[in-house]
């Protein structure tokens, strides 16, 4: 099958396939082409036989393409966020992340765990726990208020100060400095003020990098990102805990080692932005996502407590809002709380508060003349301060430089809180277009405060539905050129055509098609197909003149490829695309063609393709005739047979009391007597495992089982043997 495909870059598996990267922590990648995408689906789906469900997959595929531009946090969050964390927590850790992303997305259905994650704070806070408990504990105990021993939390302060200045690693101090700082909010009579911050700030300063990054200590080379937001926050806990003011000079080194991290940030061409980890030896490597959330954490705690404001670009902070909204709904809890928080403390920082501009919808229908509609949010959904939007230029795809609109300001309907571009022009048809939207603050001194991000560039796909006219079908001959049959077609009406056609004829098929403002319109498919009785089938790729589209069958060419099958052939159109609001696929009527007989070595038919489905489908009964059972020996045999294999067992009877076997010999001391009976209880074990094997136990097994009982018998018989000859010993010497 000849396919035609003219497909939107930007599709919506972009979105899914950046989820699915980042739910596992793997390295992001650039995304394949819409195209590569179309034709893994078509062949995962089984439909290359199928046009109809061919064309549904392709205008799925196209018109989601458009829908690429993430909006702010919605109510399918806070549906997810219940499915995600159900109140089952394992440790304090999730059941900070959950009560977090509850506090955060202001759901108030939430699981109630008060009662017993505080009984597990009270818990570690009363114990000498770790400082990774100890400040989970606290984090939990900031939300939930549970009632703590007010001098078990000064013992623990002063146990954290300790663990501070003994701390040999990053991690070490960002947990024990965190702690201090949780302390700090959630009792103010605990003294926790470092008495050397300046020389618990350059310990953490002097594992920084030239590039932002930092080591996890001093004994390992390697740099992280991920370590980097761990010591922004950390730094920051040491200027809060302070009981003097940090060197001013110190803080403005570290502003610097922020610009340089976020100078090696990522980038995509769409604009988004973040941060992946690098390092990769001796611990375990950090995806995208919490390499990120580890960097939004530590540069806006540490924007909090310093004073001046750290120059980060706009663009770059807008980007990295983007990278967390396109990620879509995480499938993972750790996943959604980085993602969730990381958006909340990029809702409210010193640096720059992204404003997100989003489309309800990006697919708009001439046809129900729908207005276009733009929202400007915080990432959390809050409302945006006074703007307006403005629509700088809008232009088809396929000629970028000639503007259909320009500099147009949209219309802001206070009532639902949108931007709306009521009408479109006239000039704007059905098609694929690029709009370019800008926001402007009202307020100027507002752009040191939010980060719009210059222009935005959204696809707009405009729908319609498209006339059909002028619809032709004409059989004449090969060489005069006569027309014999023609007839004209209205498809809305559903005319049906019968034909005859021989092998020395030609088939001539056209039609046009019109947008609905009078323009030329090349759909991305249209083929003609012709169906054998046989259900065999031959597909052609109807070509464009200009004006209309047409095609011409040469059956004397053709009967090659119709394997010389004379017959009925049933005649089908399919025109469909994306924008095409009456894409169809329809039965034109039949054509009855005489061709020669096939010669000697002409091409074999080929079998009919399998359906993909039919493997679904019930089988076929399976009347199975057992073979009829050996004939048995007659009963009295067995029973003479059975006779014979007891009679060594009798014999062995007889043997025995003729020989006078008796218990006189049977040791009457302890020990001895013990091993006598473990060794009668071996040997029965061994007949019993006989009897087993013969019934169900397979061989291996039963080698197993003999083997130990071998050992056994082995050692408990040589043990009444070695008394039994003592004892004859002892006698014949007496």
Known sequence: MLLILALNKRTCSRVALKTLLTRSRSRRRRLPSATLLFFMLLLRAGMASNLGGLLALLLAVSICGAVTI???????????????????????????????????????????????????VVEILGSSSPVKDLFYALKVNGILKCKVNGDAVKDIASRLKAAVNDASTLVDMYYSIGSLVLIKDQASDVDVLLTDADGTFHSI????????????????????????????????????????????????????????LFDSIEKYDDGTFYFDEKFVGGREH???LSTTSSVVRGVTSFAAVTSGKINLPGDKILGLAKFLLGIGIPGDAKDFFNQVESLALLENNRVSIPLVLSLPATVYSLSKKDQLKVRVNTVLGSAAPPLAVKLVRAFHSDAKDLSIIESKELQYDQNNGIHVLEVFPDNVDVGTYMFVFEIILHDS?????????????????VTGIIKVSNTEIAVFDSDLGSVETQKTLDLAGNDFVSLSANHLQKLHFS??????????????????????????????????????????????????????LSGRYDIELTVGDAVMENSFLQPLGQVDLDLPEAPEKAARLPPLPVDPYSRYEAKAEIAHLFRAPEKRPPQELSLTFLSLTILPFIGFLVGLLRLGVNLKNFPSSAAPATYAILFQFGIAAVLLLYVLFWL?????????AVGFLGVFLMFVGHRILSHLASTSTKLKSA
């Open 70 to 120: 993430p909006g702010p946090i919605s109510d399918a969050h806070r549906s997810a966020a219940l499915e995600l964390f159900d109140g089952s927590f394992s440790s304090l850790e999730e059941a900070y992340e959950a009560l977090r992303v509850f506090e955060i997305l202001a759901i108030g259905n939430k699981p109630d765990v008060s009662a017993t994650t505080c009984n597990k």
């Open 696 to 704: 169900k136990l397979d061989l291996f097994t039963t080698l197993k």
């Open 511 to 564: 039609f046009q098609l019109t947008t609905p403002h009078g323009h030329a319109f090349k759909p991305h498919q249209a083929f003609v197909k012709l169906k054998h009785e046989t259900k065999h089938e031959h597909i052609f790729v109807v070509g464009n003149t200009g004006k209309k589209f047409e095609i011409i069958l040469d059956f004397l060419g053709l009967v090659e490829k119709f394997y010389y």
């Open 286 to 288: 950090e995806g995208s």
């Open 205 to 260: 300063k002097a594992l920084s990098q030239s590039d932002g990054r930092w080591r996890y200590s001093s004994d390992n080379p390697e740099s992280s990102t991920y370590a980097a937001g761990l010591a922004l926050e950390a730094l920051a806990g040491v200027i809060s805990l302070a009981s003097s003011e940090i060197d001013q000079s110190r803080v403005n080194k570290v502003k610097n080692d922020i610009l340089k």
């Open 445 to 461: 001194s507002g752009e040191k405060v939010y980060a719009t991000g210059g222009q935005v560039h959204v696809p707009i796909y």
